[in-house]
């Protein structure tokens, strides 16, 4: 008997985001087999079909409905001008895409006032940048390695960059942001539209949603004595309650409760000076609220 579940097209990113969307999939317990020199790997999830491509293409499928959903930068969904259903901002690889020159052509601070030639993988966001400029700059599309245009064949550039060293490294100082992006879960249109295929791309974003909040939150465990039990309460920043439990011999509480990671260095002291003992920190793996 033939399964009425619709197959699921998920697309996953090729390149400088490939690492952090396997890893994202594997904490979340979806394994992946990738074949050598594949770019169809299998997945375990149930009735979902994947293929690896570039985030570029990634965006321009999920426009024409050929693939359901798929991981990309909002980049290229900003680069492209697609009217695609963002479902989840995963926060993973932040960057921004930002103007640079070369120092020796900075004056007075800023850009020269006149006419520049800018080398950019991102023309149209390049050119509507330009336009605010307020000067008739020529945009030249570039394939890669855009660092390396200035200064005989651009003038400056545009590019995406996570921490500057590249551009650095060319002699290449930033003189303007142009947008910020990270990679992003985005639905088809067409299977947004779909309930059945809305729900199980509803169901990967939780999934997904539910490692980013683990990776934020550790488990804060302590022994306190009976009569500290609500002072270490008020302290505790948890999702709703702690939970407690009484300890042996009614000797106090253990209290335990999530709690946010870049708490703990001001939460640890005030819990101690309360008086809370015995605390211990556990990594999550999921945190689903």
């Not at 998920?10 to 317990?29: D, I, N, T, W």
């Not at 200064?151 to 060319?170: F, K």
Request: aromatic share 4%.
């Amino acid at each position: 008997m033939q399964s009425s579940i619709s197959t699921l097209k998920l697309a996953l990113p090729k390149g400088r985001m490939q690492e952090g969307v396997f890893a994202l999939l594997s904490e979340a317990g979806i394994r992946l087999s990738v074949p050598s020199r594949g770019y169809r790997p299998r997945i375990s999830l149930p009735e979902t079909e994947t293929k690896i491509l570039k985030p570029q293409n990634i965006v321009e499928m999920l426009a024409s409905g050929s693939r359901d959903v798929g991981l990309a930068g909002a980049d290229w969904v900003c680069e492209l001008g697609l009217d695609l259903v963002e479902v989840l901002d995963t926060g993973l690889d932040p960057v921004r895409l930002v103007a640079a020159v070369p120092a020796a052509m900075i004056e007075r601070g800023g850009l020269p006032d006149r006419p520049l030639r800018f080398a950019s993988e991102y023309v149209r966001l390049t050119t509507r940048w330009c336009e605010r400029r307020g000067r008739c700059d020529q945009v030249v599309r570039s394939y890669g390695a855009t660092e390396v245009f200035p200064p005989e064949d651009a003038d400056g550039i545009t590019d995406v960059t996570a921490t500057g060293s590249t551009l650095e490294a060319n002699g290449l100082v930033i003189v303007d942001e142009l947008i910020t992006s990270s990679t992003r879960l985005y639905a088809s249109p067409r299977a947004w539209a779909d309930p059945a295929l809305r729900a199980r791309i509803e169901d990967l974003a939780m999934i997904l949603q539910s490692v980013l909040e683990a990776r934020r939150r550790v488990m804060l465990e302590l022994n306190c004595p009976a009569d500290r039990l609500d002072s270490i309460c008020r302290e505790l920043p948890c999702m709703r309650e702690p939970t407690i439990a009484p300890l042996h011999a009614a000797s106090g509480y253990a209290v335990k409760a999530a709690v946010k990671r870049d708490a703990l260095p001001r939460l640890i002291p005030r819990l101690k000076q309360a008086g809370g003992v015995d605390i211990v920190i556990s990594p999550l793996s999921q945190v689903v609220p």
